[in-house]
């Protein structure tokens, strides 16, 4: 099954920084799914990556596919308190409308 | 937007009790699928449903957890006899389907305590 890693698992930022989040995959991805939670709400979809060397932005936040490595990355700009929350990267298996597969997540917190 | 709604919100019950938790997905969708979350740890798959069968499930989806889709827009998760270890937040989640590669939307989710 498709285990994906990342880190780090948690992260303080000062409000204003800059920060990254990996996501690392044992196995060939096929397409990488960013996802937010905040406590005590769902998954809210952040961005899809389906091209090696792929690279979206929305607002502040942009990420970037690399699929010789198996990897991707959220990269947040001059961070926000409403950025605070679990970041979860997914992967699917190729060619298929099965189940995505989560990362462990990357819990942020935004200091003042 | 649209959106997937689970109710209910908050959901309790004593061990060996039966509960259903129940999702209407985004309306032109074809694919639902559970997932759930014990507290501090993954968000992990239970099953996909499409063209009113199981696709997928995974080995947490043993003979105590039963999908239905009884009426074309409700689309639910039975635990049959609950046990302490189903405490957790059950997500519902459902994607359009056809090109295979879709984003999947998620409800807010049903927090499940087994007392």
């Known amino acids: 099954s498709q285990e994906l890693e990342q880190s780090p698992q948690s992260l303080i930022v000062q409000e204003g920084k800059n920060l990254t989040i990996n996501c690392t995959s044992s196995?060939?991805?096929?397409?990488l799914y960013w996802y937010k939670q905040k406590y005590g709400e769902g998954l809210i979809f952040l961005m899809m990556l389906q091209k090696g060397g792929e690279e979206k932005s929305h607002e502040k936040i942009t990420a970037k596919l690399d699929e010789k490595k198996q990897q991707s990355s959220l990269h947040i700009t001059a961070s926000q308190p409403s950025h605070a929350g679990i970041y979860l990267c997914g992967a699917r298996r190729a060619g298929t409308a099965s189940k995505l597969t989560f990362g462990t997540g990357t819990r942020l917190q935004v200091t003042l | 937007e649209p959106e997937v709604t689970q109710t209910p919100s908050h959901q309790v019950t004593q061990m060996g009790q039966e509960v259903i938790l129940r999702c209407v997905p985004i309306?032109?969708?074809?694919?639902f699928y559970w997932y759930r979350q014990i507290l501090g740890q993954k968000v992990e798959f239970l099953v996909s449903f499409y063209n009113n069968e199981i696709s997928e499930k995974s080995e947490i989806f043993d003979d105590q957890f039963s999908v239905e889709r009884p009426d074309g827009s409700n689309f639910t998760l039975k635990i049959r006899s609950t046990k302490l270890e189903d405490s957790a937040m059950y997500f519902c989640?459902?994607?359009?389907?056809?090109?295979?590669?879709?984003?999947?939307?998620f409800g807010s989710g049903t927090q499940l305590s087994v007392l």
């Open positions: 989640a459902s994607s359009g389907g056809q090109g295979g590669n879709e984003k999947l939307f």
């Open positions: 309306s032109n969708h074809l694919y």
């Open positions: 196995k060939t991805l096929y397409g």
